[in-house]
């Protein structure tokens, strides 16, 4: 069981970058699935949450209208495509996912927002 995420970097504030998080060896739409972060010296922080079925999603008031969550099951991948960023969004950006008393995470991809 695996959850690889990908597409952090380096990006100017207002920029825009999409994560993406991969599964292997399980299939993601028995999960919800939810993005956190974690800024050096700060606790993780959840971002975003998307239903197992994709009908559903919540997004933290810091990052709302500008942070959107999606999934494509069939793909077994889990996104979060982020827009507006600004130098306080810098962190390493995990995915999780969570069915029943199961709990699996990523290792996490680095996000910093700086010109």
């Known amino acids: 069981v695996q959850l690889v995420e990908s597409g952090g970097g380096l990006v100017q504030p207002g920029g825009s970058l999409r994560l993406s998080c991969a599964a292997s060896e399980f299939t993601l739409s028995r999960y919800v699935m939810s993005w956190y972060r974690q800024a050096p010296g700060k606790e993780r922080e959840l971002v975003a949450t998307?239903?197992?079925?994709?009908?559903?999603?919540n997004v933290a008031d810091s990052v709302k209208d500008r942070f959107t969550i999606s999934r494509d099951n069939p793909k077994n991948m889990v996104y979060l495509q982020m827009n507006s960023l600004k130098p306080e969004d810098t962190a390493v950006y995990y995915c999780?996912?969570?069915?029943?008393?199961?709990?699996?995470w990523g290792q996490g991809t680095q996000v910093t927002v700086s010109s």
């Open positions: 998307i239903s197992s079925s994709g009908t559903s999603t």
């Open positions: 999780e996912a969570a069915g029943g008393f199961q709990v699996y």
